[in-house]
């Protein structure tokens, strides 16, 4: 008996409770006793328990155990023999998110069933893998030599994967010396003993460790890396981006080894895949297996596409789906490129094959991915919810369309869309099915007419608050479902996940009061974004569940329902999803649809008893709250000007006093009838980063369709020269369409001229049967202000180009990072024994083309990797060498160095003993990496000991200047160069004098206020480095200073957010208004006294802000002031009053035209400038 206990159960305990009243041992006492003991027994138990499952990966939360029980039932109903697999189930719901989780689940997938065999061409796969993501675009300097690619971290990380597969995948090594069965469990899973693949138990016994050797596969993953590197460098690689270009095909041929042995899907049975592992069973049981879990979807999906890391690295995020239905990441989408190198073309990729299973036959075979190019601006959209009001959105969407005029699907034109609710199923029907407006608008109806169908008196206006109390709904959910597959099952793809176009796609749902998205570019399972491998139809489910009208839906372990429960008007969370793909992206166009407003909410159903009480709350939120304008007017109270110059909300205003009921589908006729004749407007933008320049005589729907239109060309830089202080810049506008794309030759027809920088380009004899690359060439100087290239239709005003306006600095920085750069990469001599070599000893460093210098850094021409090979108009630049320095071991090379961002010849030079500390210009090395933000150079530098705290002596004469690292990292904006100096320990409040040409001087949190620098600013504040301000006030300084140099968004930040007062006196009495005043900065003036300035404020002399712009000659000053009333004759401590002191000016020079104009102003009754203003 006990044995048999013991194959069910670890233990058992048996404890009695007498029935009340039995004998002596029925007393309450005892009983209270017996069930306290109880108590105490299964807390006790169930903790070891916990305990235990934590260290088999087995302790799910309720909605892993609602996954498991729904995989079990899955398994239970399709009738196989076969017993269920509980720690295939456990891999299903665990998602790996570390690069040690990627490899150990890479692992589990390629050795199983014949570990000896795919020993070395899985170690080889990984190696490959190390090798490409050394090779990535931000690790364009790396030191290429094995002993770097695999250092310790690297190994270290291998080691922790190798652990995890054999704990947890890899099986137990017993073989039943009666039956000759295997043992099927794992190291995490044996507790019960050896068991067999049916589920019998063959014998007790501990887990058995196999053949593996983690010494000798680490040892397997070096040498396959030392034998690739080495056949590389034999065949004379030039440069970084022929290392990435070889690095992929040895990987791929890897791979194709890998799949031959059965470690990578093979094709079988015309293209179809299966899983990882043995091929070779043809038993109809074992073809039953594979048939169900890659396509009935029990298992979700086969095993090979339910890794949420890209098969094709190991590490990127898989996006881009294949049409073998394998999805790979970005990374892999660029490396594995198969078009010619004459046809390559910015943003498009051909492949001929699948790089994970090698599908190629299909007809859609060769593939054409398409990926935004690195210097386009994102296009986002954003949907609201509202019901039936959806039909709004869809009008002003066709309306959109056809404004463009280009007979392309509006989705075509966004980057990213977000959709809650009805706006969500609107969101998968442009964005993932693209269909055109007027497509989705004619199947919209059709859901209305058909998925609305009330149950029984639900709807009655007598019994209807009845009926609801017995109904979990108002209208069938079935029908609703019904008609959404109706919807979505006509056309493909019918399934969510997997890019099939370079528009992103996401839909917001709410499950346990949090709010969740389900996207097409990420599998889900973790943070805040559900499974996402489900139908288009599951998916407009999850986000239009509103609850009263229909049941929620359950879906991955959650019970989900209407997205707009929490944010009807997803425009947050759309650009912040953004920001999460997107590294510091910048935009285009941010587009909010509303679906109307009146001055009233619709009216709540009533009988809300049928919902649970805490949905009762989100509810009434979602109702009263639908037309979404809170959520826009939030979104725009928190942001800067650069967004919001680029951001639109759409939404009509409908003509009854109460807006329309989300399930009223009578008044769709009406609704759409009044989007059709809506006319919207916008505030017209004078920022110099304006998408529009000139007379805007059109309405904001037909200039938004010029802005979608121009974002179909873009800008690639060819190269990038700098003479002195002017900088010359070539390359080529593009565009997204090819002359087999729809609309491309009359996006071609419509084009009247290109304006760059002010020259105009006419727009003639263009080629409509080549991919379009138009040359063109521009000087600039500043490095900050704004480069426009602008396209013009025919209309009076122009449009920007994707990404422009651009500044000189951003060029530069894409310039830098650039991983088709033709500069070397640093090589080292290959040898045997190179594992435990320094890394820097014996590089052959290159003499690469700093951009800042009189030089020219060739993007294209001469560039040897096929991947972004353009031919160039012009004839290549030829970099010079520079003439050998009489001693290069100077201090001069070292800032040198450091002002390139040279990290090898830094770290040369500093193991020749020049001094780190030392100066030339005035710069220390670390000083002058601080100030052109070079992270890398700055963490060599700090890692050899530099001083931080030193000061710079820059400036000339009278200007003096200096400051430390960290203020010039500060007045820079360089945030990660701030970070790392400031965690190592530098100094935050080291007061720098003020050179008028390098910015305002003052501690680092006010010199980042004075150039503009919020992130900066925040970050400073936020750790407490303005604490210790003269006046007690974090930030005062840096808000005064923002003041004077008209950096509105850190007023903003420090007024709205950090709660500073903006009517206090400063320095001398002074006030933030006399402060702006004093600099003419009319738009903080303005915005000052909307928050409460007194416009006429006095100091310690008494003296206001209007006399203080006379003292300084301000007219534009002087005219606001006077404008908004403030006082001009009002005298301070000395009895000089505005006007005295204008008339004073103006007779010492009766020819002082500002002293003429402010007297003008000052003698203008306050009633009459009153009448001016208004």
């Not at 003993?193 to 049916?198: E, I, L, N, R």
């Not at 609710?421 to 608008?441: M, Y």
């Not at 992103?504 to 969740?516: F, G, I, L, S």
């Not at 166009?589 to 009233?600: D, K, N, P, T």
Request: glycine fraction near 8%.
């Amino acid at each position: 008996m006990r044995q048999l206990f013991s194959r069910s159960f670890s233990s058992v305990y048996v404890h009695y409770i007498p029935l009340e009243g039995f004998g002596s041992l029925g007393t309450s006492l005892e009983i209270i006793n017996q069930t306290s003991r109880l108590a105490k027994r299964v807390r006790r138990d169930a903790e070891r328990v916990q305990a235990q499952r934590a260290e088999s990966w087995t302790r799910f939360d309720t909605t892993q155990m609602s996954q498991v029980v729904h995989y079990a039932f899955a398994h239970l109903a399709s009738g196989s023999p076969e017993p269920f697999d509980f720690g295939q189930c456990r891999r299903q719901i665990s998602v790996p998110d570390t690069t040690e989780g990627h490899f150990s689940e890479f692992l589990g997938l390629s050795l199983k069933n014949k570990m000896e065999a795919r020993f070395d061409d899985t170690a080889a796969v990984i190696a490959t893998s190390l090798l490409r993501n050394s090779l990535s675009a931000n690790k364009d300097d790396i030191v290429l030599l094995p002993s770097v690619v695999f250092d310790k971290d690297t190994q270290a990380i291998c080691t922790r994967a190798i652990s995890q597969f054999l704990d947890s995948k890899s099986p137990c090594a017993y073989i039943d010396p009666d039956s000759g069965e295997k043992c099927v469990n794992t190291k995490s899973g044996h507790r019960i003993g050896h068991q067999s693949a049916s589920g019998d138990l063959l014998r007790d016994g501990n887990f058995v460790v196999g053949d593996f050797n983690s010494d000798k596969f680490l040892l397997a993953i070096e040498s396959a890396l030392h034998t690739t590197m080495r056949a590389i460098n034999s065949s004379g690689p030039s440069n970084h981006c022929d290392w990435r270009r070889l690095a992929a095909v040895h990987h791929r041929q890897n791979i194709d080894a890998l799949r031959r042995r059965g470690g990578y899907p093979a094709l079988h049975d015309q293209d179809r895949r299966f899983p990882f592992g043995d091929n070779t069973e043809n038993s109809p049981l074992a073809l039953a297996k594979s048939f169900l879990s890659l396509y009935t979807g029990t298992w979700r999906r086969g095993a090979e596409s339910n890794t949420t890391f890209c098969l094709g690295c190991l590490f990127g995020r898989p996006e881009y789906r294949l049409p073998c239905g394998h999805v790979i990441c970005e990374t892999c989408v660029d490396d594995f490129d198969d078009t010619a190198v004459d046809k390559r073309y910015p943003g498009r990729f051909m492949h001929q094959r699948c790089i994970i299973c090698d599908a190629s036959s299909s007809d859609k075979w060769p593939f054409v991915t398409i990926i935004r190019p690195p210097l386009c601006g994102l296009r986002v959209l954003s949907l609201d919810g509202g019901g039936v009001r959806g039909i709004v959105e869809l009008t002003v969407l066709n309306r959109l369309e056809k404004e463009i005029g280009l007979g392309i699907p509006i989705g075509s034109f966004f980057d990213l869309i977000v959709g809650t609710s009805t706006g969500g199923i609107i969101a998968l029907g442009i964005g993932v099915q693209r269909r055109s407006a007027v497509e989705c608008t004619s199947l919209f109806r059709d859901i209305c007419s058909e998925g609305f169908e009330a149950k029984f008196l639900t709807k009655s206006r007598f019994f209807g608050w009845a009926a609801r109390w017995f109904s979990s709904s108002i209208y069938k959910t079935d029908v609703l479902e019904t008609a959404l597959q109706k919807a979505f099952g006509g056309k493909d793809p019918k399934s969510l996940y997997g890019l099939n176009s370079s528009c992103r796609v996401a839909v917001t749902t709410t499950a346990k009061e949090d709010c969740h998205l389900i996207a097409n570019y990420n599998t889900g399972g973790k943070d805040r974004y559900l499974d996402s491998t489900l139908p288009l139809w599951k998916a407009a489910r999850c986000t239009s569940a509103a609850p009263m009208y229909f049941k929620h839906i359950s879906h991955g372990g959650h019970e989900c329902r209407d997205g707009g429960l929490k944010e009807n008007n997803p425009i947050q969370v759309a650009l912040n999803e953004s920001r999460k793909i997107w590294e510091d992206p910048t935009y285009d166009v941010i587009l909010s649809l509303g679906s109307g407003q009146a001055r009233y909410p619709a009216a709540e159903p009533v009988s809300t008893a049928i919902i649970p009480k805490w949905l009762a709350h989100l509810f009434s939120t979602l109702v009263s709250t639908m037309n979404g304008e809170d959520a826009w007017d939030k979104f725009r109270s928190s942001q800067d000007s650069r967004i919001i110059d680029r951001a639109l909300r759409l939404s009509l205003r409908f003509d009854g006093s109460t807006e329309p009921a989300l399930d009223d589908v009578n008044a769709i006729i009406s609704m759409e009838t009044a989007a059709k004749k809506a006319t919207f407007f916008e505030r017209p933008s004078i920022s110099p980063f304006s998408a529009t320049s000139g007379i805007v005589q059109v309405d904001a729907l037909q200039c938004m369709a010029d802005k979608l239109r121009a974002s179909l060309y873009f800008f690639e830089l060819g190269s990038i020269t700098k003479h002195g202080t002017i900088t010359v810049i070539h390359g080529w506008i593009c565009c997204r369409l090819m002359p087999n794309d729809q609309g491309f030759k009359e996006l071609l027809s419509r084009t009247l001229k290109f304006l760059v920088r002010g020259k105009v380009y006419e727009f003639k004899r263009v080629s409509v049967d080549k991919p379009f690359r138009f040359a063109v060439e521009f000087q600039h100087q500043h490095l900050d202000e704004p480069i426009r290239i602008d396209v013009n239709f025919g209309a009076t005003h122009s449009t920007t180009i994707s990404g422009f306006p651009m500044t000189l600095k951003t060029l530069f920085a894409h310039a830098e990072r650039q991983p088709t750069s033709s500069a070397p990469v640093p090589l080292a001599e290959m040898a045997s024994n190179t594992s435990n070599s320094n890394p820097t000893a014996g590089a052959k460093t290159d003499q690469r083309t700093p951009l800042n210098e009189t030089s020219v850094a060739n993007l294209s021409a001469n560039n040897p990797d096929p991947a972004r090979a353009v031919p160039s108009p012009q004839t290549a630049a030829v970099n010079q060498p520079k003439p050998a320095e009489a001693n290069p071991n100077t201090v001069e090379n070292l800032v040198s160095a450091a002002k390139k961002n040279d990290s090898v010849k830094v770290l040369e030079l500093l193991d020749q003993k020049v001094p780190i500390d030392g100066k030339h210009g005035g710069w220390t090395a670390l000083g002058y990496a601080a100030h052109r933000g070079q992270l890398d150079t700055v963490r060599v530098l700090l890692l050899r000991g530099a001083d931080m705290d030193i000061r710079m002596d820059v400036g000339f004469g009278v200007l003096p200047g200096d400051g430390s690292a960290i203020n010039w990292a500060a007045c820079g904006g360089y945030l990660d160069v701030v970070k790392i100096l400031l965690e190592k320990g530098a100094k935050s409040n080291i007061c720098a004098k003020r050179p008028v040409f390098f910015g305002t001087g003052g501690t680092p949190i006010t010199m980042a206020a004075g150039k503009g620098h919020l992130e900066v600013v925040r970050y400073l504040l936020e750790n407490g480095c303005d604490d210790d301000s003269v006046y007690g006030i974090p930030g005062w300084d840096a808000f005064i200073v923002a003041c004077e140099r008209g950096q509105l968004n850190i007023i903003k930040y420090l007024v709205d957010e950090k709660g500073l007062n903006v009517d206090r006196n400063g320095s001398n009495g002074v006030t933030p208004l006399i402060t702006a005043a004093q600099s003419q900065q009319t738009a903080v003036m303005e915005y000052l006294v909307n928050r409460g300035a007194r416009i006429d404020a006095v100091d310690n002399d008494g003296s206001t802000a209007l006399l203080h712009s006379v003292m300084k000659k301000r007219v534009g000053a002087v005219e606001w002031l006077v404008k908004r009333g403030a006082d001009s004759k009002k005298k301070n401590k000395k009895g000089v009053s505005p006007l005295n002191l204008a008339r004073e000016e103006l007779q010492k020079n009766a020819d002082d035209k500002n002293a003429a104009t402010m007297v003008k102003w000052l003698e203008v009754p306050m009633n009459v400038a009153f009448q001016i203003k208004a």
